[in-house]
């Protein structure tokens, strides 16, 4: 009995140990995945802003087109 005791606490021993080099391991994917979902959202923002700009652009472009239209046509 003593002995299978000591092999049940060796074991438990065993598996707290594993556990917690896994939690360990957990904590820095967690940190690593926090990180590149910054840097994503960063990215993403950057490439919004820049979309918008080009947006702005081309919405001027058309809008200064259209309106050398009509004072063309009236000279």
Do not use: F
């Not at 940190?31 to 950057?46: P, R, V």
């Not at 490439?47 to 652009?57: H, L, V």
């Amino acid at each position: 009995m003593e002995r299978l005791n000591s092999k049940l606490y060796l074991q438990n021993c065993y598996i707290m140990k594993e556990n917690e080099r896994l939690r360990k391991k957990a904590q820095l994917l967690n940190q690593e995945n926090q990180a590149l979902l910054s840097e994503l959202k960063q990215k993403l923002s950057k490439g919004n802003q820049k979309a918008n700009a080009s947006n702005t652009i081309l919405d001027l472009s058309l809008s200064s087109s259209g309106s050398q239209n009509p004072s063309s046509s009236s000279n």
